[in-house]
C-alpha cells in the first residue's frame, strides 16, 4: 500500500532543509576562545593550548578551494601549492575575529618568507562592504575568500579537520594535507606553535 510510505517521504523531504539550517546555525557560532580538539569529528587528539595535530602520514587531504575574494578577484588554494597555507575563517560580526587579527597579521608578515601564505574565509556576512570595511579597519595584508553561506567550509570531508566554527584555524602542509587545527582565537604565540613544526618539516 502506498498510503504508508507517503508520511515518509514527505518527512524525508523536510529534514534535509532542517539540517542544513542547524549546519548553517553552526557555522555563524562566534567562539570567544574555548578551544575544543577535535571537535568530536577527527580521531586526532590536541596537545597544549587546544591545538589538534594529525602526524605525518596521517593527514587527510585538503579540500580543493576557489572562488571569489572579498574584493572581487579570483582565489585559488592550489596556486599556493608547496607551501604552508594558514586558512582562518571569520566574520566582521564576530568579536573575537576582531581581537585575533592583529596576530594573524603580525604572523602572517613574519612567516612570509619562510613558504608560509595565510587566507582567509570570510562566511556569514551578508555583504562584502561589511567584509571589505574589516579588511581595511584591520590592515589584513592577506586574501579572504567570501563565502557568505559557507559552501566552502562544506568542502571539508568528514572525518578530517574542519572549519567548523567562527573562528576557526586550520593549517595546510606543503603536501596539501591537514595538519592543525584550533577552534577559537589564536594569538601570535598560538600560531607558531602550529605553524613552526611544519615549516621546519622536510
Known sequence: MSHGRAPRRRFTLLAAPLAAAALALTLTACDSGNQTSS???????AGKGGIATAPKGERADAPNLDGETVDGKQLDLADYKGKVIVLNAWGSWCAPCRLES????????????????????NTRDNSRGNALSFEKDHGVVYPS?????????LRFPKGTFRLQSIP??????????????????????????MIDPLIAEK
Open 145 to 153: 575568500f567570501y563565502d557568505r553561506t559557507g559552501k566552502l567550509l
Open 102 to 121: 592583529k596576530y594573524f597579521n603580525k604572523v602572517a608578515k613574519e612567516t612570509k618568507d619562510q613558504g608560509v601564505q595565510f587566507v582567509g574565509i
Open 39 to 45: 571537535g568530536g569529528d577527527t580521531n586526532f587528539v
Open 168 to 193: 576557526s584555524t586550520v593549517v595546510i602542509d606543503r603536501e596539501g594535507k591537514l595538519a592543525a587545527r584550533v577552534v577559537g582565537p589564536l594569538d601570535d604565540t598560538q600560531l607558531r606553535k
